[in-house]
């Protein structure tokens, strides 16, 4: 009976997850998964957290239990910009490979999440929703919302403050005994018990640490097997360059009138080709590209990965991105700002959108492609 009992709760716990989500206003709520319900699902076998972030930031802060998929190595391409599996990601069976080796079995729950601004987590979150994964969400806010709810952080942020005070004032009394007619004893005094002080915060913050849901360190992973039906993959997801090409001849005909967008999700400096990667030709853009930097749709203020629907549609309708037209996205590499947008309009219930995979680190090294500048 206990072991019934405590399937069910399991069961309710992640079902609760895909309903309750901090989502409000849009009309595809099932991506978001708020703050407050993923904390209940950290540590469920049942569920993976998988950081969209470089390594570098996985190490100095990380959900725990989570693994690391930066979302700028996800998709796979040569040297010259080639994808032999476009417009996949990633060759299925390499595909397999890497989700497995990060302990991610078909039948987890896999929440992506970055520092809280939302291109990363969204490369990973359009990286498994184009493999057909069952159940995948993004994270609302990140890493940050994860801390802004997790006691023991809000526990240890107080004694960290705590603990800098102490340090404070035997500096201060410290620099105040070399001045001439210094109290030496009641400077002393102050040093000591700002010694002590200080000496048992930090042992009661490592104390707290142990409990803390965003920790440092490595990746520990387990191993798994994963695999991929290729009946299940949605090629409506992901788009590879004859396509947008495609799309890209049919806007520079028909102009407004075309049902095609491409949305350029890059700075400046990258769209007028001042700045570009080292592993790529050229730098520019795809003409007849509509430009929207990814940042007007993540909420910077709030630490949330995305603005409120109303907002974010606001965004789409200055630039004429409605729902009857065929919308791709790119970036420098399709997982990240690119996949940003098309999470957003897949999140107001816009139907035909897509990632362009590979995006400029395909298209900026294809010579046989036009740029514009």
């Known amino acids: ?15 609760a997850s895909t309903i309750l989500m901090a989502a409000d206003g849009y009309k595809n709520n099932s991506i978001l998964i708020s703050a407050e319900e993923a904390v209940k699902l950290i540590g469920n076998p049942k569920v993976m957290f998988v950081s969209g972030d470089n390594e570098d930031i996985y190490k100095l802060g990380h959900i725990k239990g989570s693994v690391e998929m930066y979302a700028h190595h996800l998709h796979h391409s040569d040297i010259d910009g080639e994808m032999h599996c476009a417009p996949l990601y990633r060759c ?35 990286f498994f929703d184009s493999y057909g994964h069952k159940n995948v969400k993004v994270l609302n806010g990140g890493r940050a919302a994860i801390m802004a709810v997790d006691p023991a952080q809000k526990e240890y942020d107080a004694l960290n403050k705590d603990l800098k005070a102490a340090k404070k004032v035997a500096k201060d009394s410290k620099e105040a005994l070399k001045k001439e007619g210094a109290d030496k004893a009641a400077l002393d005094a102050a040093i000591k018990k700002a010694d002590e002080d200080a000496k048992a915060l930090q042992a009661k913050m490592t104390e707290v640490e142990k409990r803390l849901l965003v920790v440092k360190g490595e990746e520990v992973d387990q191993p798994k097997t994963y695999k991929i039906d290729p009946k299940k993959v949605k090629y409506s997801v992901i788009a590879d360059k004859n396509e947008v090409k495609h799309a890209m001849e049919d806007i520079l005909k028909n102009g407004k009138n075309s049902k095609y967008v491409i949305i350029d999700s890059r700075g400046i400096a990258e769209i007028i080709g001042e700045r570009k990667m080292d592993n790529v030709a ?43 037209k065929t919308i791709y996205a790119y970036c420098q590499v399709g997982a990240g700002r690119g ?13 035909n959108v897509k990632v362009f995979t590979g995006s400029w680190d395909v298209w900026g090294n294809d010579m046989n492609l036009p740029i514009k500048r």
């Open 1 to 15: 009976m206990n072991r019934l009992l405590k399937t069910l709760c399991v069961a309710a716990s992640l079902s």
């Open 92 to 126: 299925i069976d390499d595909a397999e490979e890497v989700i497995g080796k990060k302990g991610i079995s078909n039948d987890m729950m896999v929440i992506a999440y970055d520092d809280f601004k939302g291109p990363n987590a969204t490369g990973v979150y359009s």
């Open 282 to 324: 050229r730098g520019g853009h795809i003409p007849g590209a509509t430009f929207i930097e990814w940042a007007q749709i993540s909420d910077a203020d709030k630490k949330l990965s995305f603005k409120s629907a109303e907002q974010i549609q606001e965004v789409y309708n200055r630039y004429g991105v409605t729902p009857d």
């Open 339 to 351: 996949s940003e947008h098309i999470t957003a309009l897949q999140l107001l219930g816009y139907k």
